[in-house]
């Protein structure tokens, strides 16, 4: 079963400062990757996706990502944070056929000005 | 343009009492939709998906159920609502899986 770990709860950054938020995945085969972000009492919005190809993807708002099979990670970077960035970040998991994917229990970024 | 349509936002019912939250996409055909429970301070729980009209899938036993009466219309429904089941409701859809879902603004629904 496909499985997605965010080990930490909270990040805090200062505006202006580089960011990269965790997530690591168990998964047998090369999985479909995506990272979402959630504003207080609002949906999911979808930041960027990986199932193929360059394994450094980019997103919106500024945001990237690098898929390394080796560690069995999907990082998310920003060089620049911004405080609007503050908000809840979900990485997610999918495999070939449902493409249901498994999330993570979310990384909560806190900016200081 | 594609958009998706929950509601409502905010809801505060009595224990025991019947719950119905609707969801409705535009702009495309035939999609996949889902209904995701968000408890506070974790992550997302999936509760039904539906590929088609009145084809729905239950991952979770509960209280609660699924009906999608037309293309674009997904229903969560609880006859009897415990106090557990508060909680963000989201919903979601998709066309092609490995692009990702679409969500709705969610439902706050408190029990008590």
């Known amino acids: 079963a496909q499985s997605v770990t965010q080990p930490d709860i909270h990040i805090t950054v200062s505006e202006g400062a580089s960011l990269e938020l965790r997530c690591n995945y168990s998964?047998?085969?090369?999985?479909?990757l995506f990272w979402y972000v959630q504003s207080p009492g609002q949906g999911l919005q979808l930041l960027l996706k990986?199932?193929?190809?360059?394994?450094l993807v980019q997103g919106i708002k500024g945001f990237e990502a690098e898929f390394k099979r080796s560690q069995s990670s999907f990082n998310l970077r920003k060089p620049s944070v911004h405080w609007s960035d503050a908000a809840e970040y979900f990485c997610?998991?999918?495999?070939?056929?449902?493409?249901?994917?498994?999330f993570g229990r979310g990384t909560s970024l806190i900016v200081h000005p | 343009s594609q958009t998706i349509h929950q509601w409502p936002a905010t809801l505060v019912q009595p224990v025991g009492s019947p719950l119905s939250l609707e969801c409705t996409v535009e702009?495309?055909?035939?999609?996949?939709l889902y209904w995701y429970r968000q408890a506070a301070g974790r992550g997302l729980q999936l509760l039904f998906y539906?590929?088609?009209?009145?084809?729905i899938s239950s991952e979770v036993p509960q209280n609660l159920s699924a009906s999608r009466p037309q293309d674009r219309q997904f229903i969560l429904s609880s006859k009897k609502l415990l106090l557990s089941d508060s909680g963000f409701y989201l919903c979601?859809?998709?066309?092609?899986?490995?692009?990702?879902?679409?969500f709705g603004s969610g439902t706050r629904l408190t029990v008590v």
């Open positions: 979601a859809w998709s066309v092609a899986g490995r692009d990702g879902y679409t």
């Open positions: 998964y047998g085969a090369t999985p479909y």
């Open positions: 702009g495309t055909s035939n999609p996949n």
């Open positions: 539906s590929v088609g009209i009145g084809q």
């Open positions: 997610a998991v999918a495999s070939g056929g449902s493409y249901i994917p498994t």
């Open positions: 990986y199932f193929s190809g360059d394994t």
